[in-house]
């Protein structure tokens, strides 16, 4: 059974572009779950989606933003990217209690 | 708020030593506690789930138990290995997302 994919795993952009990220969870996995993990905070909460409806948000600024499509993949998005977007953006499917992480985007802006 | 502490921060022992991890939260009203791993530069592995009902889980070397009423939990790791060398990160389900610790950074010496 296939986990949780996402792509890209590296990404460099520049200030004040914007980047889009993919989740596919595993199959089956309704609940797709995004968070972001810097060395000064830690694993922080975006946003997570079920059956494409956004059922929770984090408090970030509403330059990140989310989606998910029909077949439970989830994309997020970050307009007007700031340096401090530099992180591991990570991604979490569920089917139940227990989640499983993906292995990751590494985003660097520069 | 819900608050998530790990202790400690650091961990360096001898291989074949047992060792135990320590979390605590401030709200006990969780869902569920879920240990994962974490290699540099990685996504998470879940290595335990324990759900608000249960007290303990067991896989392997591995034991974690939760005491919702106190707000802790601990893992336990038997007879350590070089390889399990990586973060430990618990983390809360609160609501819809995790609330995660800032993880212990163990260190097993061969």
């Known amino acids: 059974k296939a986990g949780v994919t996402q792509t890209p795993r590296y990404l460099i952009k520049t200030r004040g572009q914007q980047v889009t990220l993919s989740c596919s969870p595993i199959s089956g996995h309704r609940s797709v779950s995004w968070y972001q993990q810097t060395p000064g905070q830690g694993l922080q909460f975006l946003f997570e989606y079920f059956s494409e409806t956004q059922r929770n948000k984090g408090n970030f600024p509403g330059r990140f933003s989310g989606r998910q499509f029909s077949n439970s993949r989830s994309e997020m998005n970050v307009s007007t990217l700031e340096l401090g977007d530099s992180a591991l953006y990570l991604c979490a499917s569920s089917h139940g209690p227990e989640a499983f992480f993906g292995q990751g985007t590494r985003l660097t802006v520069v | 708020k819900q608050e998530v502490t790990q202790i400690p921060a650091a961990l360096s022992v001898p291989e074949g030593e047992n060792l135990v991890l320590n979390c605590s939260f401030t709200d006990s009203a969780i869902y569920n506690l879920q240990w994962f791993r974490q290699d540099p530069g990685k996504g998470l592995t879940s290595l335990l789930l324990i759900q608000s009902s249960q007290r303990e889980q067991t896989s392997g070397r591995l034991n974690a138990s939760l005491d919702k009423s106190s707000g802790r939990s601990t893992l336990y790791i038997a007879a350590s290995q070089p390889g399990d060398s990586a973060t430990y990160l618990c983390?809360?389900?609160?609501?819809?997302?995790?609330?995660f610790g800032p993880g212990t950074r163990l260190s097993v010496l061969p």
């Open positions: 983390a809360v389900l609160d609501g819809q997302n995790f609330v």
